[in-house]
């Protein structure tokens, strides 16, 4: 396995090809609809698990997969149909279960942020159908992005609360 800031820059510097504003994605408000959002989170998150091992190689290997348990999306700035997209990842805790993490969705040209996307997603015997703890050689790989991506500033959406400000 590479060192902690290899794996971790492995999954800094993956590149999201391909993930753009389609037509079908937009709204009578000429934005991209809310539904999608999620959608491409969803869609993006598979290069970095299949470097963490919990792709679909990985559940076909080891029968264990990853379920979502909560996510949390904040929507930051409106996109446009043709708007490319980048993403990035961010372990944020784990234990021998579940993987606490985060992502962004930027503009692909002009880096602004769009959304944000944090989720809590739990191991699964997909055997079973009931949770079970990482494989080893998944949970040394999550380990080591966890260590090395822990000494970055916890984004500020991270835990953030839904609700009505009142003053």
């Not at 037509?23 to 470097?51: E, R």
């Not at 996510?71 to 990035?88: A, C, I, K």
């Not at 021998?96 to 809590?120: C, D, P």
């Amino acid at each position: 396995m590479p060192p902690s800031t290899d794996l971790a820059q492995t999954i800094d510097t993956l590149v999201y090809d391909g993930f753009t504003v389609l037509p079908a994605y937009i709204d009578p408000n000429g934005h991209m609809n809310i539904g999608y959002y999620s959608v491409l989170f969803d869609k993006a998150l598979d290069l970095p698990w299949n470097v963490l091992g919990l792709g679909f190689e990985g559940i076909k290997a080891r029968g264990s997969s990853s379920f979502a348990l909560e996510s949390h999306v904040t929507y930051q700035r409106e996109l446009r149909e043709g708007d490319p997209l980048d993403f990035t990842f961010q372990v944020l805790d784990i234990d021998a279960k579940r993987i606490h993490f985060f992502m962004t969705m930027l503009h692909g040209r002009e880096r602004w942020l769009a959304a944000t996307s944090e989720s809590i997603s739990i191991c699964i015997d997909m055997s079973t159908r009931r949770s079970t703890v990482w494989p080893g050689e998944t949970m040394a790989r999550l380990s080591t992005v966890h260590q090395a991506h822990r000494q970055r500033p916890r984004p500020p959406e991270v835990g953030s609360i839904i609700g009505i400000r009142r003053k």
